[in-house]
């Protein structure tokens, strides 16, 4: 990514921090408990409209490494 990129991605991160401050609080929380192999992720999201989707992931070992270079 080019260094332009970094810094909008940067100012995004940054205002849905504000916007968004429990989340990043329940990733800690989370991470802390301890990210292992085998654990599922799960995800929903609901749209306006009443429609819902939903997801399952279950961690291996290089969903756990890219997570953590992501913090």
Same mark, same amino acid.
């Given at each position: 990514?080019?260094?332009?990129?970094?810094?909008?991605?940067?100012?995004?991160?940054?205002?849905?921090?504000?916007?968004?401050? #429990?989340?990043?609080?329940?990733?800690?929380?989370? *991470? +802390?408990?301890? /990210? $292992?192999?085998?654990? %599922?992720?799960?995800? =929903?999201? #609901?749209?306006?409209?009443?429609?819902?989707?939903? *997801? +399952?992931?279950? /961690? $291996?070992?290089?969903? %756990?490494?890219?997570? =953590?270079?992501?913090?």
């Amino acid at each position: 990514m080019n260094p332009l990129g970094m810094m909008e991605l940067a100012s995004k991160y940054s205002k849905f921090k504000e916007q968004h401050p #429990k989340f990043g609080q329940f990733l800690k929380s989370v *991470a +802390n408990k301890g /990210l $292992t192999e085998g654990s %599922i992720m799960y995800m =929903e999201f #609901k749209s306006v409209d009443g429609k819902s989707y939903s *997801a +399952n992931i279950k /961690l $291996t070992k290089e969903d %756990i490494e890219f997570l =953590e270079m992501l913090k």
